[in-house]
């Protein structure tokens, strides 16, 4: 590690404030290396080989010094034999040859100083005495008796023996200066080796670094531009194959990958701005307080106001005042409950001061500062809206006098019905018919008659109360529903009705009529069956009014009704038995014509009761009775048995005839032995099945739909067709289609006979058709009462066409061209 190291700088472009070895740059790590590297080196190097001279220098110089004592001492053995001190300073003085010697001393065999030898008059010269006692022949060193050390110079002692015994002892005390002139030579060879070694190498390392440093400088010069530029199309450049040129290919890899990536990120980061700015919904972001952090170009542009008008302003900025506490609210439901979308509408406020509607979806997400940040998506359904608006109005409301509809006047009385029994309410229902309306329709057209209704309407509308629903119901029929009303103020109210119509005049074109109007009053009870008897209960009582000479009103009672209604079904069923054993029944047809411009020839035979007069009874006078009392069956075998047998009377008139529609009841679906009869009148007849059409009306077909289905499979097995009469009329009319093999739909009157003005009801027929003509069904359209009509379905695409408009129903025998009503023979059926 190099983290505490401090260095000297070296050159002059080194002169900075000290930094630590790490933080240097590479060309200057490398020099000091190198250069650390060297000095090192050579100082072991340098201190390594002076150590060693000044080893090999003192043992040479000692082992010179042990021979030269040992020549002195030997010579010098004489001289203590005979105490002969002059010889013995003779020869010492010979050293004088020997300038490195500085003293020597010759001691006899007590240790004292026998003769000396000195050179100058130093006091490391001085002769000091020895302690001979206990000295081993081949000891070289002799202890002396102080303790005096000569540091400066080499000191050798050696004693002196003859024959074993000890005589003396020399010593010679040589001056070490030569080896210490030689180490500080060897020093200051060193140094200066050390001294050029250092400048070639610093020389050479700065020049050398380069081929190191050099590309790693690059390297990072190139990476610091891309970093501030961020341009990573810039490549760095190699200049060699070794690791550094590894290193530069990696980067130039790394850059390249980073540019793909950056310009992918970059390219997503576009889309995803553009998706953002240009999202056709307005996208917030929102703190906890409601401020505005962030809001995309869209939006901005939808409420008139740019993007850095809104960041920072409150979100209850673009609210409509009304709203304001709903958006505060939804904004602290997201808090409290982060994980839930919340979904909500409200009124936005453009710059301009217009309302927005929008559909809000909001929930909790988490901001860059790891703070809740709440996401709105705003969707501007201002356009839905209105048109939702619009079509919902259209829905339940008369396109021609923008009075509440059939349909809704109808949804209003059901939800009074259900309402009722439980809060003991009364209230009250008004069928209204005018009178003398064909006079107008007649006299100036039908865009006379549509200014009559919508101004009749405006004058209805200001008479009834704020509560009241005042309802075009159909053609000239209007409806009045009175909630909590009882039935007194109920009648004030309708009198009032009857004299604004009274006192009404309509002016047209130079003429003036005068309209009147005929109306049942219904109260609306506990005791109030369902909505049909309601609307039954109305419509006979404005016909008990119309029967009494119109232009007033008839209230109608309950509970006189119920019986009157009850003895009379009992008698009719009295009379139809009677009717049946007495053969007083026929067969009427109504003519089916295709609208594409076919010839082909349908008719639908229909029921009538002669009375014992002679006089003709329509159905609905006599079959609701035969349906409650159980003896339809018995009509529907009449019907068929005897239209079987006229057909196979007249063969041209079959061979010409496309095919026979017959009406059967719910209960005759249900009655097994019906079916057989059935069939046994076919192969006894031998009328083709393909000539037979059986129509089924859509409320017994789902009432008994298995029993239907059954039924309808095995007469189809014989070549029969089917039709499902009044379709629509049901809640769940296309829910049950899929399950009925039928070959026709019959689409109910009460749509086709307002189609013209109703837009509901064009589109009605138009799906009936559509749906059917997808299911491989043919359509006929019921209660065709003119032309308008008939060409309207002819443009929707409906298949056939049946109604007062294209044929009247006449008797069979009319169409057979025979002179007589076709009627049984007296039978019992039953």
């Known amino acids: 590690m190099y983290t505490d190291i401090k260095l000297l700088p070296l050159r002059a472009d080194f002169a900075m404030p000290m930094l630590s070895f790490r933080d240097y740059s590479i060309s200057r790590k490398l020099i000091l290396i190198s250069m650390i590297s060297t000095a090192s080196a050579l100082v072991l190097a340098g201190a390594a080989l002076i150590i060693y001279d000044a080893i090999t220098t003192k043992k040479s110089i000692l082992d010179e010094l042990s021979v030269l004592t040992t020549v002195i001492g030997d010579s010098s053995s004489a001289t203590l034999m005979f105490h002969d001190e002059a010889s013995a300073n003779d020869n010492l003085a010979a050293l004088k040859a020997q300038k490195a010697i500085v003293s020597a001393c010759l001691y006899s065999h007590d240790g004292s100083v026998f003769a000396t030898y000195s050179r100058g008059s130093s006091d490391d010269g001085e002769c000091r005495p020895l302690i001979l006692e206990n000295v081993n022949r081949n000891e070289a060193d002799i202890q002396f008796d102080d303790s005096k050390i000569y540091r400066s110079d080499l000191f050798l002692s050696k004693p002196i023996f003859i024959d074993g015994e000890l005589i003396g002892a020399i010593s010679i005390l040589f001056d070490s200066s030569q080896i210490r002139q030689r180490i500080y030579k060897y020093i200051a060879i060193v140094v200066i080796i050390f001294l050029i070694t250092v400048g070639v190498a610093f020389f050479l390392s700065s020049r050398l670094q380069r081929v190191i440093s050099v590309p790693i400088k690059h390297l990072g010069k190139t990476a610091k531009y891309i970093t501030e530029n961020n341009d990573y199309s810039i490549r760095a450049v190699k200049h060699g194959d070794d690791e550094l040129g590894l290193l530069v290919d990696a980067f130039n890899n790394m850059l390249e990958t980073i540019e793909e990536q950056s310009v992918a990120v970059l390219a997503t980061k576009e889309r995803y701005r553009i998706m953002y700015d240009d999202n056709p919904a307005i996208l917030f972001t929102v703190d906890t307080d409601g401020k505005i952090l962030s809001i995309n170009q869209f939006g901005a542009e939808q409420t008139g106001y740019s993007v850095d008008e809104l960041i920072g302003q409150s979100i209850l900025k673009l609210i409509c005042e009304d709203d304001k506490d709903t958006v505060s609210a939804n904004i602290e439901y997201c808090l409290s409950k982060p994980d839930d979308v919340r979904v909500w509408k409200i009124r936005m406020a453009h710059k301009d001061g217009t309302e927005l509607r929008v559909k809000n979806k909001a929930r909790v997400i988490t901001?860059?500062?790891?703070?809740?940040?709440?996401?709105?998506?705003?969707e501007n359904i201002t356009e839905e809206q209105i048109l939702s608006e619009q079509l919902n109005f259209h829905a339940s409301h008369d396109a021609l006098t923008g009075l509440v509809n059939r349909r809704e006047f109808e949804r209003r009385a059901e939800r009074l019905l259900s309402t009722v029994s439980r809060d003991d309410s009364e209230h009250a229902l008004c069928f209204m018919d005018l009178d003398q309306f064909k006079v107008v329709n007649d006299t100036c057209g039908h865009t006379a008659g549509d200014e009559l209704l919508r101004?009749?309407?405006?004058?209805?509308?200001?008479?009834?109360?704020?509560?009241?629903?005042?309802?075009?119901?159909?053609?000239?029929e209007f409806g009045v529903l009175m909630e909590h009303c009882s039935l007194d103020d109920a009648h004030r109210v309708v009198t009032t009705l009857l004299t604004a119509v009274q006192d009404y005049r309509f002016s047209w074109e130079g003429h003036s009529f005068n309209v009147g109007v005929s109306m049942g009053l219904v109260p609306i009870t506990e005791t109030t069956g369902n909505l049909t008897e309601l609307l039954k209960q109305a419509d006979a009582a404005c016909y008990v009014a119309k029967d009494k000479g119109r232009n007033r009103i008839h209230v109608h009672h309950a509970e006189a009704s119920e019986v009157a209604q009850r003895h009379g079904q009992m008698q009719w069923v009295t009379r139809i038995n009677k009717a049946l054993n007495d053969g007083r029944f026929c067969l009427y047809a109504q003519t089916i014509v295709p609208l594409d411009g076919s010839t082909d020839n349908h008719y639908e035979v229909l029921i009538r009761m002669i009375d014992e007069t002679g006089e003709i009874i329509p159905p609905g006078a006599f079959l609701p009775a035969a349906e409650r009392y159980n003896v339809i069956v018995n009509l529907d075998c009449w019907v068929i048995e005897r239209a079987f047998k006229v057909l196979a009377e007249h063969p041209r008139f079959l061979n010409d005839t496309t095919f026979i529609s017959i009406n059967l009841s719910g209960q005759s679906l249900v009655d097994q032995s019906f079916l057989d009869f059935v069939i046994a009148q076919l192969e006894?007849?031998?009328?083709?099945?393909?000539?037979?059409?059986?129509?089924?009306?859509?409320?017994?077909?789902?009432?008994?739909?298995?029993?239907?289905?059954?039924?309808?499979?095995?007469?189809?097995?014989?070549?029969?067709?089917f039709a499902l009469d009044d379709f629509g009329s049901g809640l769940s009319s296309f829910a049950y289609l899929k399950n009925l093999p039928v070959d026709y739909l019959k689409i109910d009157g009460m749509f086709v006979k307002d189609m013209v003005d109703d837009p509901i009801d064009h589109a009605m027929v138009k799906s009936i058709n559509e749906i059917g003509h997808v299911m491989g069904m043919k359509t006929i359209a019921e209660f065709v009462e003119n032309d308008e009509i008939k060409g309207m379905l002819r443009e929707i695409g409906v298949d056939y066409a049946q109604g007062h408009g294209i044929g009247v129903p006449i008797p069979f025998d009319e169409l057979l061209g025979e002179t007589r009503f076709i009627v049984g023979t007296k039978q019992s059926y039953g």
């Open 455 to 476: 101004q009749l309407s405006a004058v209805l509308k200001r008479s009834v109360r704020r509560r009241d629903t005042l309802a075009r119901l159909g053609g000239d």
């Open 367 to 378: 901001g860059n500062d790891g703070d809740p940040t709440i996401l709105i998506m705003s």
């Open 684 to 721: 006894e007849s031998g009328v083709g099945g393909e000539k037979i059409c059986f129509e089924i009306t859509e409320t017994a077909a789902i009432s008994n739909l298995s029993s239907a289905i059954n039924f309808i499979a095995a007469i189809k097995e014989l070549g029969c067709q």
